[in-house]
């Protein structure tokens, strides 16, 4: 991060774009955590000394929308900031910010980040940041997917932002984020003015504040000065790319963030090579809002036809060239979802499907190659069915296991209950083996999303809510509102010491002492200050306590709304941070315990009960070694972390007597060795005679 | 492929979440830098982080040809069907994953596959056997690919102390489908300075594995049962003079099974059964009816009582399977804890016959001693009394005999035996579902339960009809959910059709 002018700075696309926000002489950053711009905030925490001697200021905002009024700094002073969140998801939470940030405009070069997290991987909603650009007159940034682009792209970004006063998107994608490269670094700047300057200056200009009559000129300033100035700034210094090709006929405009998708395709089709040096002209639209009309048209010009490669639905750039060239009179015909599907993710294979039928449509003589997967159908359809699906599921001893184990048990004996659930890794719960959760709306949302059914029952409906989504906004839109409305059913806040999903961050709740950052306070507290009666904490392992709760949570009436914090540490973190420290103790000689489960294996039942209550990836199975019996026997694999949800499961479901659980001791005291040696002789002696007359009778 | 195009060597990993497949992308990625070679990668997680598997897509170019050209390549984001020059999967079913992505095509891409299975948790969630049989994708493998290489990865991984991306990373070195020699791979891995012996090590496996490795693993052979003193002498001999050639060597693992459970005389009342069994069999089916008689009359002949699962829990052998695989040190201490949680039912099973059966009978004892039984029991068997509690219940094998449960199991496998033996005169094959449709009823506690029931239940319905196919499809449904969903639909579904 540290390195300047002219060195080569190699990395992933994520780190590439928070140097070049060093470059760029930010004075802060903010945003929210989520995948696929997890990593970037992770690298800005790790970064905080860079940052500290550079005078920035870096905050993990509370939330998406916490983050985009950060800009608000941006208004009044000349100061460049930056927030990064997932997007659509980010954006939706965002968007009352931005919406109010876009209307006053800025002064300072504010740029959004925002991780498109849209196609393969993805684990949202499939909707388009396009829209929300287009809704506030934002503009929206999709660079080529290569490092020194995405780099070059963030700079520019930040002058496209000053020179016409707007706040800018910078589109991420998934695959973009995590892309290897390098490029030629500048020297970092430290940002003028710096915070405390302005802070101590402090300027105040009405008419960037959004009330009327402010708020109605700032509508006319976006189209009347801002837009203009925008269109004049990417023209100036050419954002978009035009790429000439041998042919005249035809023309494919394309989002900069396809370009490399659209060249291989036109490479295996042999209409360019590697270096992308292509037979018929591009245009790449590296901006894709605002869009250039003379620079369409006049890449429209002459040509009989022009494709228009545009992700995701609807086709807003489709319709606008439309109207484009319609106003210009153009005869250039524009074909885009009529060749391409009008939804999903635009891989290789579908680009080529599309550009095949363009050029065959317009009647552009060539013979395309054979498909490749002419070649390979075959084999995919003779193994179709006959490869297992592997849903996603709970780490290896996760700590929110047993919780839905609990739940899973309480249902077995009362009954389903409605489970509102919520955003995060325990969202999970909703596949094999718990297939627990009937909704999900949305981060933080899983106490709301079961207010409706605030009615007489005796079934209450029960919602889970992760600790990162009841400090996103769920204390309030949940819990508060259960306490407001006087419902009765019950919240299980999943309380795990860290933000899990994303990546492990820290939250207020969090246990662990976080530099720069309080933490450790208490989700009970917090909920019993806003009011909630019924509240306790038990520890998720404790599952015959964690039944008793739930249970009476469920069947007590006219207490309000009832809060059961279920907390354990995240499993992959604590693991992480263990790790290390056990094997350190071992090699210093230090008495340490491993725990680990196991199966045995002549006294399983092969009826996998224990995996349907558990889901734990080192819970698994094995082909039985007794020749007589023909199920596959459960067995606990190396990974198991002695967690204990097994041996808990047994007991409290009433498995078999199977599971049995080893404590291993690393440098045994002297008295660890007497026992042992003790034990070892008394029971060596009992098997012995056991072991005599066993062979006798053989 | 076309060999005049100038284009990027293409490498797609599919990679389970844990197997370091990140690390073996930095290592191909390093190694193709360090060798005149432009290289991307990227991938994508998401979801799939959590268990699920992760795509990672590799590019590389030759440096020379970039700067003669004075442009760079453009890499793609995306592994591209037809393109992919090397497929690398770290586990089976990914394999097929890979396949069924349209990343792997004959004359063009080396496919690197570990042969272990991850069973996903569909498989592994099922009542009874949910593995799927992916010899069908390892065939498909042969033929969809230019080279497949294919060993178990992960034990090499074990064996070596190692990790299965240095093996892959080996296994890719050895094939040759990569420009790059195996210093320059090994050089890679000292350079990243991270575990460097343990890698070597596991590279190496891997780099040996190549050549060595047959192409699938052979079907494991089942045991070949073997007596180990004079009684299971005996038993050996009467079982090869009154039993048929094909149903020998199961009817010796049943008597073996059945003397070890109880006694000699136990074991020759297994043969007397099985012996009279045999006389209504018929040979033209090459005594199938016998051979599942033999192994289920076993199974249900040493059911698992509190004394069974006593004597297991102590035996020496278990002891020692335990400390190997928790990989114990010699002598270090181990500590054994057992989890119980016998109900009501199960410590009645082990009482003589009368008790067993006034208590079960009686609402009020039942409820008396109810609060024993509410709760699990943690026992150490490594501790002196824990050990010697289980070690003394184990010798009430001498009573079992006397025992409430030995009873009932004697009067229901009777009932089952009967059963057979009747539905041979009907239909040979009837008789063959009704023989393994027992093998539901097994285990403890619910389990048991549940399983006793819908035996009963199939046992019941198909009685009137003794159509084979109605009890295979009762026996399926039957191990399909928990709550008997399906097994009440199919049943439903049955008496609809009369």
Request: proline share 5%; with cysteine; net charge negative.
């Amino acid at each position: 991060m540290r390195i300047g002018a002219g060195e080569e700075f190699a990395g992933e696309g994520i780190l590439a774009i928070t140097k070049a926000l060093l470059e760029s002489g930010v004075a802060y950053v903010g945003g929210y955590q989520g995948s696929p711009i997890s990593h970037l905030m992770d690298v800005l925490s790790d970064a905080e000394e860079i940052l500290g001697e550079l005078g920035i200021h870096f905050e993990t905002s509370a939330n998406e929308a916490a983050a985009a009024a950060m800009a608000a700094a941006s208004v009044n002073y000349p100061l460049r900031g930056a927030v990064t969140f997932k997007s659509t998801v980010g954006t939706n939470v965002a968007s009352d910010a931005l919406a109010n940030l876009a209307s006053g405009g800025v002064t300072g070069g504010v740029v959004f980040i925002v991780g498109e997290d849209y196609g393969e991987g993805s684990s949202i909603m499939q909707e388009r940041t396009h829209a929300f650009a287009m809704k506030s007159q934002m503009w929206l940034i999709d660079p080529r997917p290569n490092v020194p682009s995405i780099v070059k792209a963030v700079g520019q970004a930040f002058e496209l932002s000053e020179a016409s006063n707007t706040p800018v998107f910078l589109q991420m994608r998934i695959r973009s984020c995590h892309v290897h490269g390098r490029f030629i670094a500048k020297d970092n700047v430290r940002p003028s003015p710096s915070l405390r300057d302005a802070l101590e200056n402090p300027k105040r200009d009405l008419e960037r504040i959004v009330l009327p009559p402010a708020s109605f000129v700032h509508e006319q300033e976006k189209v009347h000065k801002r837009w203009p100035a925008a269109i004049e700034y990417i023209k100036a210094n050419g954002l978009n790319e035009h790429f000439e090709g041998g042919r005249d006929d035809v023309g494919i405009i394309v989002q900069g963030g396809l370009y490399n998708s659209l060249i291989r395709t036109l490479e295996r089709l042999r209409l360019s090579d590697t270096y992308g040096n292509s037979d018929i002209p591009i245009y790449v639209m590296n901006v894709t809002y605002p869009m250039i009309d003379d620079e369409v048209v006049s890449f429209c010009r002459g040509k009989n036809a022009v494709l228009l490669i545009e992700e995701g639905q609807p086709n807003y750039i489709e319709q606008s060239v439309g109207s484009m060239l319609r106003r210009a009179d153009s005869s250039t015909v524009l074909v885009g979802k009529d060749v391409f599907p009008m939804a999903g993710e635009y891989t290789i294979q579908v680009l080529r499907s599309g550009l095949v039928g363009f050029l065959e449509q317009h009647q552009v003589f060539f013979k395309p190659p054979e498909d490749p997967m002419q070649q390979i159908a075959g084999f995919i359809s003779e193994i179709d069915g006959y490869v297992p699906p592997r849903p996603p599921g709970l780490c290896t001893g996760c700590p929110e296991r047993p919780v839905f184990a609990s739940l899973k048990m309480l249902q077995q004996e009362m009954g389903e209950f409605h489970v509102s659930a919520d955003i995060g890794c325990h969202l999970f719960s909703i596949l094999p083996p718990f297939n627990i959760g009937n909704t999900t709306m949305g981060y933080g949302l899983g106490a709301a999303g079961a207010s409706a059914f605030n009615t007489e029952s005796d079934r209450p409906a029960i919602s889970i809510m992760g600790d990162g989504g009841f400090w996103h906004n769920g204390l309030t839109s949940g819990i508060g509102n259960a306490v407001f409305n006087q419902s009765d059913g019950l919240t299980i806040v999943v309380d795990n010491n860290y933000s899990a999903a994303t990546g492990g961050q820290d939250l207020l709740s969090s246990k662990g002492e976080a530099e720069g950052r309080s933490t450790q306070h208490p989700i009970e507290k917090a909920v019993q200050g806003i009011g909630v009666k019924w509240t306790k904490t038990v520890r998720t392992y404790d599952i015959g306590e964690m039944r008793k709760a739930l249970k009476e949570a469920v069947t007590q009436k006219g207490t309000g709304p009832k809060v059961l914090v279920a907390q354990s540490e995240c499993m992959l973190n604590k693991q992480r941070r263990e790790k290390p420290l056990f094997a350190k103790a071992v090699g210093d000689g230090k008495r340490v315990v491993r725990e680990r489960f196991g199966v045995d294996e002549d006294t399983c039942t092969g009826d996998h009960a224990c995996i349907r209550l558990s889901g734990c990836p080192s819970l698994t199975v094995k082909p039985n070694p007794d020749p007589l019996k023909r199920q596959p026997v459960s067995f606990v694999d190396n990974s198991c972390v002695g967690c204990g949800n097994c041996g808990e499961v047994a007991h409290e479901a009433v498995l078999c007597p199977s599971f049995y659980k080893a404590e291993i001791i690393f440098n045994p005291g002297a008295f660890d060795v007497f026992l042992w040696n003790l034990r070892k002789k008394f029971i060596g002696w009992l098997q012995n005679r056991a072991d005599r007359r066993r062979l006798r009778a053989a | 492929m076309d060999t005049n195009r100038e284009r990027p060597i293409s490498v797609a990993m599919l990679a389970l979440g844990g197997q370091g497949g990140g690390v073996l992308t930095g290592w191909l990625v390093e190694t193709a830098e360090a060798n005149g070679y432009i290289a991307q990668s990227t991938y994508v997680a998401g979801v799939a982080q959590r268990t699920g598997a992760t795509v990672y897509c590799v590019e590389m170019f030759p440096q020379e040809a970039a700067r003669v050209a004075g442009q760079l390549p453009v890499f793609t984001p995306y592994p591209v069907p037809g393109d992919v020059d090397l497929v690398i999967a770290g586990e089976m079913a990914e394999t097929g994953r890979a396949i069924e992505k349209g990343f792997v095509t004959p004359n063009a891409t080396t496919l690197i596959a570990s042969s272990h299975r991850v069973y996903s948790m569909p498989e592994k969630e099922a009542l009874g056997d949910g593995i799927m049989d992916l010899s069908r994708v390892a065939d498909v493998a042969v033929r969809a690919s230019k080279q497949f290489v294919c060993f178990d990865m992960q034990k090499a991984a074990d064996e070596t102390g190692s990790v299965i991306s240095s093996v892959l990373l080996g296994a890719i070195a050895a094939s040759g489908a990569l420009p790059f020699d195996r210093q320059a791979f090994e050089e890679t891995i000292r350079r990243m300075g991270k575990a460097v012996e343990s890698n070597l090590r596991g590279f190496a496996a891997g780099f040996d594995g190549v050549n060595e490795a047959p192409v699938q693993d052979p079907v494991i052979a089942i045991e070949k049962a073997s007596p180990r003193g004079p009684s299971g002498r005996a038993l050996a001999e009467r079982v090869k003079a009154e039993l048929p050639e094909a149903v020998r060597d199961i009817a010796l693992h049943g008597a073996l099974r059945t003397l070890d459970y109880q006694d000699i005389r136990y074991a020759n009342d297994y043969l007397d059964a099985l012996g009279a069994f045999v006389q209504a069999d018929n040979a033209d089916f090459d005594y199938a009816l016998t051979a599942e008689v033999a192994r289920q009359l076993a199974l249900q002949m040493s059911y698992e009582d509190t004394i069974r699962v006593a004597d297991l829990k102590t035996r020496r052998e278990r002891f020692d399977r335990i400390r190997k695989h928790v990989a114990a040190g010699d002598d270090q201490p181990v500590r054994v804890v057992e989890y119980f949680h016998p109900r009501i039912e199960e410590f009645c099973d082990a009482l003589p016959s009368f008790l067993g059966s006034m208590i079960l009978r009686s609402a009020l004892l039942r409820k008396m001693l109810a609060p024993f039984f509410r709760k699990g029991r943690n026992i150490s068997t490594t501790s002196i009394s824990g050990f010697l509690f289980l070690y003394m219940l184990s010798k009430m094998k001498r009573i079992r005999r006397t025992t409430y449960r030995y009873k009932q199991q004697k009067i229901f496998i009777d009932d089952w035996l009967d059963k057979v033996t009747a539905a041979v005169c009907d239909d040979y094959d009837y008789a063959l579902s009704v023989a393994r449709c027992i093998e539901i009823v097994k285990g403890y506690g619910e389990t048991y339960e549940r399983g006793r029931t819908r035996y009963l239940a199939t046992v019941g319905a198909a009685a009137a009809t003794k159509n084979a196919d109605a009890v295979r499809r009762l026996h399926r449904a039957a191990l399909a959910d928990e709550q008997g969903r399906v097994f009440d639909e199919t049943m439903a579904a049955l008496e609809a059709n009369g």
